[in-house]
């Protein structure tokens, strides 16, 4: 931490993202935040080793989305030929990712639940897959020979 005096955030019902700003920031000040609630003269119940271990888990689950999501909106026209090497990328994040806690673990299999139920053969859509190839960026990287990584 830099020596800022960092301000909580709140999560904002209509904008996914604030969720992980909203962990990340309560992370990042683990310890004054615990420091300032002993000092209180009616002190609330700060959360567990075990809950700030989730926490922290759920950071690193949902870190890559708010990355795609901060790729996309920077742009004022998005290509499609990004969306099959962004939704890969998060699969394999997913995929390789070891989760050592229950709650952190059924967020991970909702993240590649919704992956497949929103995303299913993406890689097979003929418009998507021919962008992806013209695109010098992707076309070595992308196309390689296809693994089952979400079955």
Same mark, same amino acid.
């Given at each position: 931490m830099t020596g800022k005096n960092l301000k909580l955030i709140n999560d904002v019902i209509t904008r996914w993202n604030s969720t992980y700003f909203m962990f990340s920031r309560i992370c990042d000040v683990q310890i004054p935040l615990e420091a300032?609630?002993?000092?209180?003269?009616?002190?609330?119940?700060?959360?567990?080793v075990a809950e700030w271990s989730v926490l922290?888990?759920?950071?690193?689950?949902?870190?890559?989305?708010?990355? @795609?999501?901060?790729?996309?909106?920077?742009?004022?026209?998005?290509? @499609?030929?990004?969306?099959?090497?962004?939704?890969?990328?998060?699969?394999?994040?997913?995929?390789?990712?070891?989760?050592?806690d229950e709650t952190a673990s059924s967020l991970k299999d909702c993240l590649i639940q919704g992956l497949r139920t929103r995303f299913h053969r993406v890689e097979f859509?003929?418009?998507?897959?021919?962008?992806?190839?013209?695109?010098?960026?992707?076309?070595?990287?992308?196309?390689?020979?296809?693994?089952?990584?979400?079955?």
């Open positions: 300032a609630v002993g000092v209180l003269h009616n002190p609330v119940e700060i959360l567990t922290k888990q759920c950071c690193v689950l949902l870190k890559p989305f708010e990355e @795609v999501t901060r790729e996309l909106s920077a742009e004022k026209s998005v290509c @499609v030929s990004k969306i099959i090497p962004l939704i890969e990328s998060l699969k394999q994040f997913l995929c390789g990712l070891q989760v050592d859509n003929a418009i998507l897959a021919k962008a992806t190839y013209l695109d010098p960026r992707f076309k070595k990287k992308v196309l390689a020979p296809k693994t089952q990584l979400l079955k």
